[in-house]
């Protein structure tokens, strides 16, 4: 069992660009009007392009190695960025990975199939087993019984990398912001970020916890309805913190889903008016699956004021997590 105490103790491989920059958004901040803006590039953690999965597989690349696994399987949607840094380590540990990848938009097209995390998937020698979507689970599970009847040791990564293992990947990162905002003598009361399969929000939210400090975690759902969200991220914060005795209130898990649009991996217009600002305003590329939508809401909520709970004085921190490489993916869709 991980834990909040013992995280140091926790056996841990470093191939992420750590720490990664903070830097100010002054150009965006002064088109949105409101607070300040702050961008936290965790696009630059240095796996085949980088993202949020890279601090993850920090962790669980080292169980793999602990278990002596030679294959590891994952699973993810076409444009997975998941899948695509899991693919990269494993091709540096020298490990087969294998990856159910599924098309959750039903899309026929080829840049979406084939460009993008795809291309960058099949250089980095993933072995694909496409599968309807919603069998990606039992298949990984046919794809484990199968290896092990080979005689093999195979390491199963869940989607996302969002186990309690990796999450304590942004344990890390809250620490790491704490350590930035004491150098740059600022304290930053808002952390917003697009939010999936929880990992993510669950460790930030168990390492300010940990750490009794303030920042607010706000997680933009790219998938998950609010409440199953919620749930997720909340399930997973307490079972990190558990084992150290610390009682997270529910009330830190925020969550806001009114900027999914369709569904999961279906690019929106307010998203793709997000990549454009963030662009050319900041010099920054976000994605339409995650990062885009996640600065929609953001944008959002700073014009509305209304029922906003970030305040025009709030130091707001974007944590860019990643994805641009899914945009070449995307080029027939936007
Ligand atoms: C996976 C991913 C997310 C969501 O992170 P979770 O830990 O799954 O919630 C956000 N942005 C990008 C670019 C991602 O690839």
Known sequence: MVTLNNSDDVSRLE?????????????????????????????????????????????IMAEAKEQKA????????????HVRQTAAISAKLGLPCHVVVSNPIGSEDEQYLKNGNMLLNHFLGAIFHKVPHGTEVENVSRIEGELKGEGKNPYVIPLGGSNALGALGYVECAREILSQAGNMNIH???????????????????????????????GISAMMSESELSETVFELVKEICQPSNLSPDKALINVNGDFIGEGYGVSTAEGLKAIKLAARTEGIILDPVYTGKAMAGLISLIKDKEGNPIRDSDNVLFLHTGGSQGLYGYINLL
């Open 188 to 218: 930053f009361d808002w952390i917003v970020h697009a939010s999936a399969s929880g990992g993510t929000q669950a460790g930030l939210v168990a390492g300010f916890v940990e750490n009794h400090s303030k920042p607010r975690v706000l």
């Open 15 to 59: 191939f992420a660009h750590l720490p990664t920059k903070i830097e100010p958004m002054k150009a965006l901040q002064k088109a949105l009007g409101g607070p300040n803006l702050f961008v936290k590039r965790d696009d630059c953690t240095g796996l085949a392009g980088g993202g949020n999965k890279t601090r993850k597989l920090e962790f």
């Open 70 to 81: 030679d294959a590891i399987i994952t699973q993810g949607s076409v444009q997975s960025n």
